[in-house]
């Protein structure tokens, strides 16, 4: 439900992604990245099916995933996805 209203109106992926997530934290607590990204990136891409977004959420579809450390946001902690096609 969060993420449906982020995909509305987006054509259905064909071919080949590379997911990117970027981890905006709330404060500087040494937080472990995958405790976050790692979770957060499941629920996304099965969401991303389910909207219809991405026809499947394995490696013929997203072949590919990184993450990074974006720093504190107090007034906005966040995981950003940035979707590439590849083709």
Known sequence: EVVKPQLDGL????G????????YAARNNGPD????VG???????DAMVECGFLPEDNV???CSNSEKYMGIDRN???IVCKIQVLG
Not at 11 to 14: A, G
Not at 16 to 23: G, L
Not at 33 to 36: A, C, G, I, M, Y
């Open 11 to 14: 054509d259905q992926v064909e």
């Open 76 to 78: 906005n902690p966040r």
């Open 60 to 62: 013929n579809v997203i």
């Open 16 to 23: 080949k992604i590379h997911c990117h997530y970027e981890f």
């Open 39 to 45: 979770g957060a990136k499941k629920f996304f891409q």
């Open 33 to 36: 990245l995958d405790n976050f």
